[in-house]
């Protein structure tokens, strides 16, 4: 089994700045993704950004240039800066690590962006 705990939510004016974390702990093989997913109220789940163990990262078109996914392989710790925020960015975040075959899930953030 694989656990993830995330941390780092919180409330934020527009044009601010927050850091997500999320640690992975448990069975996990050491080729493996990670990444964020979000889900607004009355919308569903998005992937926001994803990276490889290898540490090639890519992002939703929505915050390509704002937000910056990165991770600590060591660790299994993904983080996800997030600049530039804005109201459409409001949600709860959730963490996910794809390994052996598996995907899991973080319990997820609160993000909320006030204009």
């Known amino acids: 089994q694989v656990q993830l705990v995330e941390s780092g939510g919180g409330l934020v004016q527009a044009g601010g700045s927050l850091r997500l974390s999320c640690a992975a702990s448990?069975?996990?093989?050491?080729?493996?993704?990670m990444g964020w997913y979000r889900q607004a109220p009355g919308k569903q789940r998005e992937w926001v950004a994803g990276?490889?163990?290898?540490?090639?990262?890519k992002y939703a078109d929505s915050v390509k240039g704002r937000f910056t996914i990165s991770r600590t392989n060591a660790k299994n710790t993904v983080f996800l800066q997030m600049n530039s925020l804005k109201p459409e960015d409001t949600g709860v975040y959730y963490c996910?690590?794809?390994?052996?075959?598996?995907?899991?899930w973080g319990q997820g953030t609160q993000v909320t962006v006030s204009s």
């Open positions: 990276i490889t163990s290898g540490g090639i990262a």
């Open positions: 996910i690590i794809s390994t052996g075959g598996n995907d899991y």
């Open positions: 448990g069975s996990i093989v050491s080729r493996n993704d």
